[in-house]
């Protein structure tokens, strides 16, 4: 049999994992298609100036909290490097992260073998951010 399919719709924020302010979009879109427990959700966010949070970032609107299976050694469930990302004080690769049952996206940078996540002050005005990621529910 073929597995259920949904479509729908959401709006992914950008915010600091220790505050939840809000700040002002020129664009803030997402959707995604779940298939059985496999989600895929795209997401673009681009800020109209300068990020009021501070911290590290991460993107809430997840339809879905990840499964509770672990992908590897570590507590991730997926893990993508971000398509498209501008407006950002950081030369390294930028990754979309989800952790075990986790409904919230860590937005961090690969240094190296090593992850920190990435900052508030990392971003400039007008940045923009866009990601496709599959994870399992």
Same mark, same amino acid.
Do not use: C, H, W
């Given at each position: 049999?073929?597995?259920?399919?949904?479509?729908?719709?959401?709006?992914?924020?950008?915010?600091?994992?220790?505050?939840?302010?809000?700040?002002?979009?020129?664009?803030?879109?997402?959707?995604?298609?779940?298939?059985?427990?496999?989600i895929t959700v795209r997401a673009r966010i681009d800020l109209i100036d300068s990020i009021n949070s501070t911290g590290n970032l991460i993107i809430k609107g997840l339809p879905y909290a990840a499964s509770k299976k672990k992908?590897? #050694?570590?507590?991730?469930?997926?893990?993508?490097?971000?398509?498209?990302?501008? #407006?950002?004080?950081?030369?390294?690769?930028?990754?979309?992260?989800?952790?075990?049952?986790?409904?919230?996206?860590?937005?961090?940078?690969?240094?190296?073998?090593?992850?920190?996540?990435?900052?508030?002050?990392?971003?400039?005005?007008?940045?923009?951010?866009?990601?496709?990621?599959?994870?399992?529910?």
């Amino acid at each position: 049999t073929i597995p259920k399919q949904q479509v729908g719709f959401g709006t992914p924020t950008l915010t600091g994992i220790s505050d939840d302010v809000n700040n002002t979009y020129k664009v803030q879109f997402g959707d995604y298609i779940k298939i059985g427990n496999i989600i895929t959700v795209r997401a673009r966010i681009d800020l109209i100036d300068s990020i009021n949070s501070t911290g590290n970032l991460i993107i809430k609107g997840l339809p879905y909290a990840a499964s509770k299976k672990k992908l590897d #050694k570590t507590s991730l469930v997926a893990s993508t490097v971000v398509s498209q990302i501008s #407006k950002i004080n950081v030369n390294e690769l930028v990754l979309a992260e989800i952790d075990t049952g986790s409904d919230v996206i860590m937005l961090r940078k690969l240094i190296g073998s090593n992850k920190t996540y990435l900052q508030a002050n990392d971003i400039n005005n007008d940045a923009s951010i866009a990601f496709t990621l599959t994870y399992q529910i």
